[in-house]
């Protein structure tokens, strides 16, 4: 069955630390994976997506299929980087897979 | 309107009445889910419609929960007879239909916050 696993329920960083998300998933088809994030008192918003290979507000993300990850990174963090991160894998069953998430904080 | 709308945002009530929960997903999105995020438990995925049709309706926690959609747009998500374990945010997504691009790309409302007594 799939599953989504973020290991860290809470992370906290200073500012301009490098910032590591932890996500690994479950799956034994061809996966899809997304990184969502919710701002304080916003929607849960798409940050970005493997197929995009594009770096969105600095983050990056790769899909590693042999450790079966994908882990999102940022060189230098920033204050409004603070956030709850949630990891999610397309199963092309018109379902969208979430992990627990991560909530991020960077400390000034 | 210009983004996915839920009402109520915020719903108290008691142990053992029924509630619902109402979703207006973006105009043209086919495809509507619902989700509940509790503390620590992430999002739980609750129902997915493509169009009127629930074709996956396995997240249902009990058959206290219900949902419909009619005209391929407003859906009701109703739980009946709540317990306090229901207490959640209740979220309501759409998207532009299943495969790609549109895959994964979720649009999500701010929820309904429901707190059973």
């Known amino acids: 069955a799939q599953r989504v696993t973020q290991p860290e329920k809470l992370l906290s960083v200073f500012k301009g630390a490098p910032v590591e998300l932890k996500c690994n998933y479950s799956?034994?088809?061809?996966?899809?994976l997304f990184w969502y994030v919710q701002y304080s008192r916003q929607r849960l918003q798409l940050l970005l997506r493997?197929?995009s290979r594009e770096s969105i507000k600095g983050f990056t993300a790769d899909l590693n299929k042999g450790e079966t990850s994908f882990h999102l990174k940022k060189p230098f963090a920033q204050e409004e980087d603070s956030a709850m991160y949630y990891c999610?894998?397309?199963?092309?069953?018109?379902?969208?897979?979430f992990g627990t998430g991560t909530r991020l904080t960077v400390i000034p | 309107g210009a983004g996915v709308s839920q009402s109520p945002s915020n719903k108290v009530t008691e142990k053992g009445k029924d509630v619902e929960l109402r979703c207006d997903p973006i105009?043209?999105?086919?495809?509507l889910y619902w989700y509940r995020q509790s503390l620590g438990q992430g999002l739980e995925f609750l129902i997915y419609?493509?169009?009127?049709?629930?074709?996956?309706k396995s997240g249902l926690p009990s058959d206290r929960f219900s949902a419909e959609r009619t005209g391929g747009s407003v859906s009701t998500l109703t739980i009946q007879r709540t317990q306090q374990e229901d207490s959640a945010v209740y979220l309501c997504?759409?998207?532009?239909?299943?495969?790609?691009?549109?895959?994964?790309?979720?649009?999500f409302g701010e929820g309904s916050r429901l707190t059973v007594l």
């Open positions: 799956y034994s088809g061809s996966p899809e």
């Open positions: 419609f493509q169009g009127n049709s629930a074709p996956d």
């Open positions: 105009s043209g999105h086919t495809a």
């Open positions: 997504a759409s998207s532009l239909g299943a495969g790609a691009p549109n895959t994964g790309e979720l649009f």
């Open positions: 999610a894998l397309y199963t092309g069953a018109n379902n969208l897979f």
């Open positions: 493997h197929i």
